[in-house]
């Protein structure tokens, strides 16, 4: 780690075009299709079968396995599909595709989850599906609940607003519009995790390219001198969760260790909004306001779509100035491109960003020139330029602690290291094939060291 004043350093075009659009919400689609891997765990396991009619909030997929979370039915309708589909990772998933009824039923046996204690408000949040919104999909319970670890004290709750990644802008009109659950999302915390956050300061860290909405929080906040409102400056990449906790507090987080141990919590400010509508309301996880720009979307909107709808339903709605070269969900910083237009949206697609073909098309790379622009870029210090070199090394021993050496497991995804390589060389993908590696190498030592524990 590199210590700064502030470990963001590379400006990016802000390109808010739709900072000032107030979400549309779409017409009801004719069809929505969930897939069953909307978080970053285990898949979900569908409870439902082809035929059968559900209404909006109806739990249709259980959690399964460890740091799963349920899905719920995002149209009224029939099931008519529950099938294998492709995703952009390669893995795939289940998915379940319901036809609409186009009138939006309410699950008739919805009503507000009832809690009394942190156990019953974790399990409140745990089945209402609410998940990091901000790209991360960490289910939300698993991420308070570890803060419940006695040997960890919680003093600080950093609230993601920094929304630092071009074009995006769903975070920011959350805050402009619903002040109230955000609010009532940090007195749910200060009230039920009380024991394990005490007097704990909550932080909304916002950059201050967002004076609107920094000003409606401070007027929401005035007089609760528990909250802050922390501006930050407009500096990519502020809100990836390392660069956040550092900017904020000073600490330093470091690779391997549960972040609730360096003191904080932290949590996406959708997120903290969305749980509370379903806490206040018995309403889950089943649409968010989604960001539709990019240079070749003709009318750039945020607009409010049921999860599982296709994204050739939003493009109806905004239209197009050309045939797309690329689509990607997210930010252009480290969004996913996806496979086709017809692909749904998902728990954390908080924007569809469309590129025509001139500006779709990634650059041919060449041979690093050892300029030393992605160390000096990265927010964490990693020697980015010898990742490849070391990925290279054939005792697999070897690699790895050489790799361990150039500090890649601190690696926080932003692709800065890729933004400025002159030789526009794909470091981003070399840091991931890094981590993929370390991962299956720690998970390879364990199983020998469980078989020789055996004997």
Same mark, same amino acid.
């Given at each position: 780690? !590199?210590?700064?004043?502030?470990?963001?350093?590379?400006?990016?075009?802000?390109?808010?075009?739709?900072?000032?659009?107030?979400?549309?919400?779409?017409?009801?689609?004719?069809?929505? !299709?969930?897939?069953?891997?909307?978080?970053?765990?285990?898949?979900?396991?569908?409870?439902?079968?082809?035929?059968?009619?559900?209404?909006?909030?109806?739990?249709?997929?259980?959690?399964?396995?460890?740091?799963?979370?349920?899905?719920?039915?995002?149209?009224?309708?029939?099931?008519?599909?529950?099938?294998?589909?492709?995703?952009?990772?390669?893995?795939?998933?289940?998915?379940?595709?319901?036809?609409?009824?186009?009138?939006?039923?309410?699950?008739?046996?919805?009503?507000?989850?009832?809690?009394?204690?942190?156990?019953?408000?974790?399990?409140?949040?745990?089945?209402?599906? !609410?998940?990091?919104?901000?790209?991360?999909?960490?289910?939300?319970?698993?991420?308070?609940?570890?803060?419940?670890?006695?040997?960890?004290?919680?003093?600080?709750?950093?609230?993601?607003?920094?929304?630092?990644?071009?074009?995006?802008?769903?975070?920011?009109?959350?805050?402009?519009?619903?002040?109230?659950?955000?609010?009532?999302?940090?007195?749910?915390?200060?009230?039920?995790?009380?024991?394990?956050?005490?007097?704990?300061?909550?932080?909304?860290?916002?950059?201050?390219?967002?004076?609107?909405?920094?000003?409606?929080?401070?007027?929401?906040?005035?007089?609760?001198?528990?909250?802050?409102?922390?501006?930050?400056?407009?500096?990519?990449?502020?809100?990836?969760?390392?660069?956040?906790?550092?900017?904020?507090?000073?600490?330093?987080? @470091?690779?391997?260790?549960?972040?609730?141990?360096?003191?904080?919590? !932290?949590?996406?400010?959708?997120?903290?909004?969305?749980?509370?509508?379903?806490?206040?309301?018995?309403?889950?996880?089943?649409?968010?306001?989604?960001?539709?720009?990019?240079?070749?979307?003709?009318?750039?909107?945020?607009?409010?779509?049921?999860?599982?709808?296709?994204?050739?339903?939003?493009?109806?709605?905004?239209?197009?100035?050309?045939?797309?070269?690329?689509?990607?969900?997210?930010?252009?910083?480290?969004?996913?491109?996806?496979?086709?237009?017809?692909?749904?949206?998902?728990?954390?697609?908080?924007?569809?960003?469309?590129?025509?073909?001139?500006?779709?098309?990634?650059?041919?790379?060449?041979?690093?020139?050892?300029?030393?622009?992605?160390?000096?870029?990265?927010?964490?210090?990693?020697?980015?330029?010898? @990742?490849?070199?070391?990925?290279?090394?054939?005792?697999?021993?070897?690699?790895?602690?050489?790799?361990?050496?150039?500090?890649?497991?601190?690696?926080?995804?932003?692709?800065?290291?890729?933004?400025?390589?002159?030789?526009?060389?794909?470091?981003?993908?070399?840091?991931?094939?890094?981590?993929?590696?370390?991962?299956?190498?720690?998970?390879?030592?364990?199983?020998?060291?469980?078989?020789?524990?055996?004997?």
């Amino acid at each position: 780690m !590199i210590f700064k004043k502030d470990i963001s350093s590379l400006h990016v075009p802000h390109n808010k075009h739709t900072a000032g659009c107030v979400p549309v919400k779409i017409e009801t689609p004719k069809e929505v !299709i969930l897939p069953m891997n909307m978080h970053s765990g285990h898949d979900a396991e569908p409870i439902v079968s082809v035929g059968d009619h559900v209404y909006v909030g109806q739990l249709i997929a259980r959690e399964e396995g460890r740091f799963s979370s349920p899905v719920h039915a995002t149209v009224s309708g029939t099931v008519t599909e529950i099938a294998p589909m492709e995703t952009a990772d390669g893995k795939g998933t289940l998915a379940i595709k319901i036809e609409s009824d186009g009138l939006m039923q309410a699950d008739p046996n919805m009503k507000a989850p009832e809690f009394t204690d942190c156990d019953s408000f974790l399990q409140a949040v745990r089945d209402g599906g !609410i998940v990091g919104l901000g790209g991360a999909a960490f289910p939300t319970w698993a991420k308070f609940n570890e803060a419940k670890n006695p040997e960890y004290k919680v003093d600080t709750v950093l609230i993601n607003a920094a929304e630092c990644e071009p074009y995006i802008t769903s975070d920011h009109q959350m805050m402009l519009l619903h002040p109230d659950l955000i609010a009532d999302g940090i007195e749910y915390l200060r009230k039920y995790m009380n024991e394990y956050l005490g007097d704990a300061k909550f932080m909304i860290c916002i950059e201050k390219n967002k004076p609107d909405a920094i000003e409606v929080l401070k007027k929401t906040f005035e007089g609760k001198d528990y909250v802050v409102i922390h501006e930050l400056n407009a500096i990519y990449p502020q809100g990836a969760k390392q660069v956040m906790l550092y900017n904020a507090t000073g600490r330093v987080a @470091v690779a391997g260790r549960r972040f609730p141990s360096f003191g904080a919590l !932290i949590i996406n400010v959708s997120s903290i909004a969305k749980m509370a509508e379903y806490l206040n309301t018995g309403m889950p996880l089943v649409e968010r306001i989604v960001t539709v720009d990019g240079p070749a979307v003709d009318k750039p909107m945020n607009l409010i779509a049921p999860i599982g709808t296709r994204i050739s339903e939003l493009v109806k709605v905004t239209g197009l100035k050309c045939e797309p070269g690329k689509v990607v969900v997210g930010g252009p910083m480290n969004g996913t491109a996806i496979c086709s237009i017809d692909d749904p949206i998902v728990k954390v697609s908080n924007a569809v960003l469309i590129f025509d073909e001139k500006s779709a098309v990634l650059p041919e790379a060449s041979a690093c020139i050892n300029c030393g622009r992605c160390i000096e870029r990265c927010p964490v210090g990693i020697s980015v330029a010898e @990742v490849d070199r070391v990925m290279k090394i054939k005792d697999e021993d070897k690699r790895a602690k050489a790799l361990i050496d150039t500090g890649v497991r601190q690696c926080v995804d932003c692709a800065c290291c890729s933004y400025v390589c002159p030789a526009n060389r794909p470091l981003l993908q070399k840091n991931w094939d890094a981590k993929a590696f370390l991962k299956k190498y720690a998970a390879a030592q364990k199983e020998r060291q469980e078989v020789t524990n055996n004997g």
